[in-house]
């Protein structure tokens, strides 16, 4: 066999290998990229999965149903490449079950949550943005009070997850919905945004200490 045979034989064979090992990889990634994948693990299963599924991401009206990877991994490939470099730690934590019983989940949910949250933050609610973009919403269809806030968060540079905590999973015990609610009303004071923008009921603004 002479040297050229030799080359293309070792070209071909490189080749192959690269094909094979760029097809496994990506396989590997859409395995791994689908809700059975995300609950394979009673960690997922026993948790957050039945409370994801009490949720309007699961079962609504429409039948549209956003999934755990839709919401906790990237669309494009080097986003989401990244994040499962990052998801790797958690066979780590699998292997010292970290939160292999209810009790220790809820103990770590609040570290979880804040993790989770300001990953979104971080991103601008990137994840989120897939589905629900401001540019394509059609504000007047919405009620008055959500159309007002859709507004309000461009101005104050607000991201989606900065307002819709708990929306598929329970909230951490540490979050207080009314410091969240009182932190609301002082932006909307200082931005002089009438109450009625969101209490259409009332007939004036309260005055005093009762704002």
Known sequence: ???????????????????????????????????????????????????????????????????????????????????????????????????????????????????VWASMRATDSRECRNCHEFDHMALEQQSAKARNFHRLSVQWG?????CHQGIAHHLPDFFDPDAAMDALHVLLEKDNIACQSCHEQMAKAPEGDAW
């Open 158 to 162: 607000k991201t989606c997850i900065d």
């Open 1 to 115: 066999m002479n040297i050229t045979a030799k080359i293309s034989i070792s070209s071909f064979l490189i080749f192959s290998a690269g094909v094979i090992f760029w097809g496994g990889f990506n396989w590997s990634m859409a395995l791994s990229n689908t809700e059975r994948f995300c609950i394979s693990c009673h960690e997922m299963e026993d948790n957050v999965y039945p409370e994801y599924q009490a949720s309007r991401h699961y079962r609504n009206r429409t039948g549209v149903r956003a999934t755990c990877p839709d919401c906790h991994v990237p669309k494009d490939w080097y986003h989401k490449f990244v994040r499962k470099i990052g998801a790797s730690t958690e066979l780590y934590h699998k292997m010292m079950g970290s939160i292999d019983t209810v009790e220790k989940f809820q103990a770590k949910r609040a570290k979880l949550a804040k993790q």
